[in-house]
């Protein structure tokens, strides 16, 4: 059962431009989200994550908004470069368990 | 510093070899995770250590038997593993919520 998901499989977008990306999730449980990318042949690269108890965490270019009503977040990237282009998995947490629950992953092609 | 380092880089074994795979952290972090990935696939959980002890394992065969030596080592002993086993090998770790990704393992099973 997929607790995390992530509609768009893939995002082109032209570079300078904002990059949008969208997870939703059904587990009320889950109180931390996490925003990882993913080169190809590498490990995810921890990029931004946030709290059940805030709305909006903004690290440089990265934001991520938190809509707990709707059990949904995004991260916004602005603006993208061309080394954005990767693959962005969502994942959330919730107990004391350790584990996360990863969305199928969105890949963003930024165009020159 | 966040870096979680892994050995070997690549590895190619037969169906009937034994190998083991490793990864380190000296940032202190109290978990460590196994996940194998499949290419534009999310990471899959294998087995997580919570101070030094093994206390999940996701139904893995008995053919991958995770080993935690100390609070920075963790080891992946391979036997007997299938054609299908081929993936990343990823390992992590974490202090609170933020799990941190080590390069990977890239095994290819013959």
């Known amino acids: 059962d997929q607790q995390v998901k992530q509609n768009s499989p893939s995002l082109s977008v032209q570079e300078g431009r904002i990059s949008i990306l969208n997870c939703d999730y059904t587990n009320s449980m889950f109180d931390y989200f996490l925003w990882y990318k993913k080169y190809p042949a590498e490990g995810p690269t921890f990029l931004i994550s946030i709290s059940s108890i805030k709305d909006k965490n903004e690290d440089g270019r990265f934001t991520v908004f938190l809509n707990k009503s709707a059990k949904h977040l995004s991260l916004h990237i602005v603006p993208s470069q061309p080394g954005d282009s990767a693959v962005y998995f969502c994942?959330?947490?919730?107990?004391?368990?350790?584990?996360?629950?990863f969305g199928a992953g969105t890949t963003v092609t930024v165009r020159a | 510093d966040t870096e979680v380092t892994q050995t070997p880089k690549h590895l190619v074994m037969g169906m009937t070899n034994k190998k083991s795979l490793k990864c380190e952290q000296h940032?202190?972090?109290?978990?460590m995770y196994w996940y194998k990935q499949k290419a534009k696939k999310p990471p899959e959980l294998m087995f997580v250590?919570?101070?030094?002890?093994?206390?999940i394992n996701e139904s893995v065969p008995s053919r991958f038997s995770p080993e935690c030596p100390n609070s920075s080592l963790l080891n992946l002993h391979l036997h007997a593993l299938q054609p299908e086993d081929s993936a990343l090998y990823l390992c992590a770790s974490s202090q609170v919520n933020e799990q941190y990704f080590g390069p990977g393992t890239r095994l290819t099973v013959t």
């Open positions: 994942a959330a947490e919730g107990g004391n368990d350790y584990k996360l629950s």
């Open positions: 250590y919570s101070y030094e002890k093994l206390s």
């Open positions: 940032m202190g972090h109290r978990a």
